[in-house]
């Protein structure tokens, strides 16, 4: 493929592709629980819609690549683009029809084509060279990054402002928009007879984890105990992240509008937070020490989940969200960066695919149970979360104390 430069390079294709539709997914996600509570759903009925994007993005997402492979990246990404902005538009015909099944079913649909990600991954990979690779790789982050911070208080302003049809129809209309982009703009990466080569060969078999890859790194005395510690973490953080607008409008009394509004507030405040910590200080430190940051990032963070459910006023929580921003900033890039170094050069690959589907395996299970007991007691799913990152802070302890044993002696 002839290299093209600026806006219309297929790096800069593929970054706007990710970025619009992280817009459109940040702007749903925090109001979701709001919607189907609105919509009559309670306990087990909320936790499964709270858990159906990522449970349909973790089955459908293994399928998807190998179909990639076989009929190229375009198709797959046009296809991913148009099935999102139906899923959008089809979330606001369940809020106007007032049908929580069609919410929930939209929902699952919106999962099932979110894979423009790992197509967008193999698309870089196949128009990238190996020296190119990881700056190529990290705009996928970047535009991963600004779409989720601009997302959550998009949609907050439009449910405030236009009403509560307008999220869905701008979601819908931003990955419409993007479709056409994409349509005018994204050549085909992948090589029509590796096409025609892979569609020769066979599926490969079902396996969303890589239980062979599981099995290895689980007998690794780093890697699984870094995998164990990854899936838990999320898990306690996607258990509060989704009660947050259920638990400000019980808590201050708000509207629907005004609780999406002030979600979208604060996680725009978190995520501008964590992103300059991590690029003012992480990336820039030249003796950062991941084995001893990951513990510090683990602790501020179970202890804000702690606090959360007594802050005396809406304002406070700008304070109380503080330690978790640096939290994060500390402990995304540190697990990523100790997986990279246990493993070896020729498994890179193989171990961040078992640890992207374990994390989305825990981005089912931390919906489903923080949601489905808020109606028992709204403080419970951050006293559980908080309770679970203790454990955690354990575990990376240890961790360290095995990183220790296995450095080498000075000589």
């Known amino acids: 493929m002839q290299e093209k430069k600026g806006l219309n390079s297929p790096l800069m294709v593929v970054f706007t592709t990710v970025f619009m539709d992280l817009v459109g997914f940040g702007m749903i996600i925090p109001l979701l629980p709001l919607y189907g509570r609105d919509l009559g759903a309670q306990g087990l009925v909320l936790g499964v819609l709270g858990a159906s994007y990522s449970l349909a993005q973790f089955a459908f997402a293994p399928l998807w690549g190998q179909v990639s492979d076989r009929y190229g990246r375009r198709p797959m990404l046009l296809m991913s683009l148009a099935g999102a902005s139906l899923s959008y538009f089809g979330f606001a015909g369940a809020t106007a029809l007032h049908s929580l099944w069609l919410l929930l079913l939209t929902r699952f649909f919106q999962g099932a084509f979110s894979a423009n990600i790992s197509a967008a991954q193999a698309y870089i990979a196949d128009v990238t060279t190996p020296e190119k690779r990881v700056g190529g790789m990290a705009l996928i982050g970047i535009a991963f990054g600004i779409g989720f911070i601009i997302g959550p208080p998009l949609g907050g302003l439009s449910l405030k402002y236009l009403g509560v049809l307008a999220p869905g129809i701008i979601a819908g209309s931003i990955c419409g928009l993007n479709l056409l982009l994409a349509w005018r703009r994204l050549p ?205 802070f354990f575990l990376s302890l240890e961790l360290y104390r095995r990183i220790q044993r296995l450095a080498p002696t000075p000589s």
Not at 246 to 271: M, W
């Open 188 to 392: 085909e990466s992948l090589p029509k007879e590796i096409q025609l080569r892979n569609r020769a060969q066979p599926f490969r078999s079902y396996d969303p984890l890589n239980s062979d890859q599981l099995k290895r790194a689980w007998a690794h005395p780093v890697l699984g105990l870094m995998l164990a510690i990854s899936f838990l973490q999320i898990c306690s953080f996607s258990m509060m992240e989704q009660v947050f607008s259920l638990f400000f409008r019980q808590r201050f009394n708000f509207s629907l509008e005004d609780a999406g509004l002030k979600t979208g507030i604060l996680l725009l405040y978190v995520g501008v937070l964590a992103g300059l910590i991590q690029g003012g200080y992480v990336r820039r430190a030249k003796d950062f020490k991941e084995a001893k940051a990951l513990p510090i990032g683990l602790f501020l963070f179970s202890v804000t989940l702690f606090l959360l459910p007594f802050g005396p006023t809406y304002n406070s929580y700008f304070a109380l969200l503080f330690p978790l921003a640096l939290g994060r900033s500390l402990i995304d890039p540190s697990i990523s960066s100790l997986i990279s170094k246990a493993s070896s050069a020729a498994e890179q690959g193989r171990a961040f695919g078992t640890f992207q589907g374990l994390n989305s395996l825990a981005r089912v299970v931390g919906p489903f149970i923080g949601l489905a007991v808020f109606d028992a007691h709204p403080d419970l799913p951050f006293l559980m979360g908080g309770a679970l990152c203790i454990v955690v």
